[in-house]
């Protein structure tokens, strides 16, 4: 009896300890880091994937982030299951939180979202959970480095993948679902916070709509490069507005386009893109790389730049101080 109780305490420690581990926490200067990579379109059979586990494994090795995210088009070839694999497996190494939102591509391949969902979800440090369709919509705290208040938020959301209705062709759209669940949870959290928004960054795969009209506006030029027309979904759902009637999201980072990753601003919102994370498996005219973005406790804004392959810095800039 007294080896069962051990036990029960043991496994009650460990999982203590595990949650507490999980745990995103700004450090005691103030900062929290977050990797972005976006597209990388591993495809098992091709040597060039291997240029996107290079990408991670010095990325990460450079920029010691407090966080990774993946942007979606993760794993675009069969078996899907193996290159799944050579990513998990490099991320467990590494020992890092993760989140991931899926692509358009992603279930295309041999497995589905629900599978997929399985995979990353079962790995270590994965901060993913699962629901019905794939991947829940996440609200990630970011915690205080004074207490265990949270001081920040990460959104890491699915953007879908093509469009349900017959007679609208092209991308998906985030569901009124999710924009309501967006709208609840933002709400509880500034409610919480005294009625203050907390600073907060969003990330899922497919652009906004409004993303070409960050571009295009006159009052800010954009940071980085724009090689592509934009291509988000033909039906605007409303999901930008309800950020901007929300008063949290400061920035939203996407991927999808591959030779786009430009940063631009649309009435106090930052509208962005990773960096093209993978080798020549799929279309790509521009060096692959990753999005660094770095948190200040306290503050409303952040401070960003793209690392490349070669090891080189591209696009240093701040937010909102550049686009004021």
Not at 129 to 135: E, N, P, S, V, Y
Not at 219 to 231: A, I, M, Q, T
Not at 299 to 313: A, C, K, N, Q, V
Request: charged residues 25%; neutral net charge; glycine residues 8%.
């Amino acid at each position: 009896m007294k080896k069962i109780h051990l036990y029960i305490l043991l496994a009650l420690f460990l999982f203590i300890t595990g949650a507490h581990a999980q745990q995103l926490r700004f450090h005691k200067d103030g900062t929290f880091k977050i990797v972005q990579f976006t597209d990388t379109h591993v495809v098992p059979d091709k040597t060039e994937s291997l240029k996107a586990i290079k990408l991670i494994n010095e990325t990460i090795d450079k920029e010691h982030p407090d966080l990774i995210i993946f942007s979606g088009d993760v794993v675009t070839g069969k078996p899907a299951r193996q290159g799944w694999k050579m990513v998990l497996s490099t991320l467990e190494q590494k020992g890092i939180p993760f989140c991931i939102a899926m692509g358009n591509h992603d279930p295309e391949q041999d497995l589905s979202r629900s599978e997929i969902a399985d995979l990353i979800t079962a790995t270590n440090r994965s901060l993913n959970k699962k629901d019905t369709k794939g991947l829940c919509d996440m609200a990630l705290e970011v915690k205080s480095s004074k207490d265990n208040a949270a001081s920040a938020l990460i959104y890491c959301m699915d953007s879908n993948d093509y469009s349900k209705i017959d007679t609208v062709k092209g991308y998906g759209w985030f569901s009124f679902d999710q924009i309501q669940w967006y709208r609840q949870t933002s709400a509880q959290y500034t409610l919480k916070n005294g009625g203050k928004p907390l600073p907060a960054l969003s990330f899922f795969h497919i652009p906004l709509p409004e993303f070409f009209q960050a571009y295009k506006n006159e009052r800010n030029s954009p940071v980085g490069k724009r090689l592509e027309d934009e291509c988000p979904a033909s039906v605007n759902s409303g999901m930008f507005a309800s950020m901007l009637e929300c008063g949290d999201v400061m920035g939203v980072f996407v991927g999808h386009d591959h030779d786009n990753d430009y940063l631009a601003s649309l009435h106090g919102i930052a509208l962005g893109y990773g960096r093209f994370s993978g080798g020549k498996t799929t279309y790509i005219n521009i060096q692959n790389g990753a999005r660094i973005i770095t948190l200040k406790e306290g503050e409303r804004g952040f401070s960003t730049y793209i690392r490349l392959l070669d090891g080189s810095e591209i696009c240093s800039t701040t937010y909102p101080g550049t686009f004021k």
